[in-house]
């Protein structure tokens, strides 16, 4: 049968009413954030969006297991999904936008109190929301997503969280710092133990606690190529959870870029030190 004939067999196809750009988008994110919140397990099964006229098969897309505190128990979903990827803790007292200001403000001082000497802060990709909306450097940023449920208790979107990034550039020396402030509960929540890191992948993880309760996950990664990242997440217990993450690439060590630095902008104590700065809360 030709294409043509198949075409008639058919008949009219009737238009989509599925944003694929918007779907596609949203589920990339959501898979980089999850390397950023529960770094190099992304991959899984494919998350399936079906509509009239259109089937995508988006890998990875497969909402990862809710992060709660220690001991905790997997959120119930009223939804039908199997795991709940939205966050559970307390409700928010300020509007986004104040609490993206509030936050900015901390850790752009907190950052640039620690890079080294001549150290520039500019705009990376991963501070574009929506797409085609680039945010300045660690200039955060409300990332909100409906819940949608799909057959087999699966859900997407579900995204609660704020999140910015900035390159650095020192002379020829270029990195990038993100940071992710959360609820405590979701996709995007912190670690709080040490993971098991990919084959062929150097890794050293210390977890500690930290002067005020605070459960610290420190990480160091060290990629084939010669990329590193290190890598800090933090539980306060006022229920905010902060990932904070400098890498010695320019883009994305994730991506198997080779560095662009000897090592990445921030160590790990000054990470530790930018998280457990006390504005950078959700709970001031």
């Known amino acids: 049968m030709s294409k043509d004939q198949f075409d008639a067999a058919i008949g009219i196809v009737p238009p989509s009413t599925v944003d ?164 405590l509960g979701g996709n995007a929540a912190p670690a709080a133990e040490c993971q098991q890191a990919p084959r062929d992948t150097q890794s050293t993880c210390h977890r500690r606690t930290g002067p005020h309760g605070e459960t610290i996950v420190e990480e160091t990664l060290t990629l084939p190529r010669g990329a590193t990242v290190n890598r800090v997440d933090v539980t306060k217990p006022d229920g905010t959870g902060l990932t904070v993450e400098a890498e010695n690439t320019a883009r994305d060590a994730k991506l198997d870029d080779a560095p662009d630095m000897p090592s990445p902008p921030l160590s790990l104590t000054q990470l530790a030190e930018v998280a457990l700065d006390p504005g950078l809360t959700l709970y001031p």
């Open 20 to 183: 694929v750009e918007a779907v596609l988008d949203r589920e990339r994110r959501r898979a980089r954030v999850r390397r950023v919140a529960n770094p190099w397990t992304a991959a899984g099964a494919g998350v399936a969006a079906v509509a009239a006229g259109a089937v995508l098969v988006l890998a990875p897309g497969d909402p990862a297991p809710s992060v709660v505190q220690p001991g905790a128990a997997p959120p119930p979903s009223s939804d039908g999904c199997g795991l709940d990827p939205r966050p559970t803790g307390a409700p928010l007292r300020e509007k986004a936008p104040a609490v993206a200001d509030r936050l900015t403000a901390a850790l752009t001082d907190a950052v640039r109190q620690r890079v080294a000497p001549g150290t520039t802060l500019g705009v990376h990709p991963t501070g574009q929301y929506p797409k085609g909306t680039q945010h300045g450097p660690l200039a955060f940023f409300h990332v909100f997503s409906a819940l949608v449920a799909q057959e087999g208790g699966v859900c997407s979107g579900g995204e609660d969280y704020f999140m910015a990034a900035a390159s650095t550039s020192e002379k020829a020396r270029k990195g990038n710092v993100w940071a992710i402030v959360t609820r």
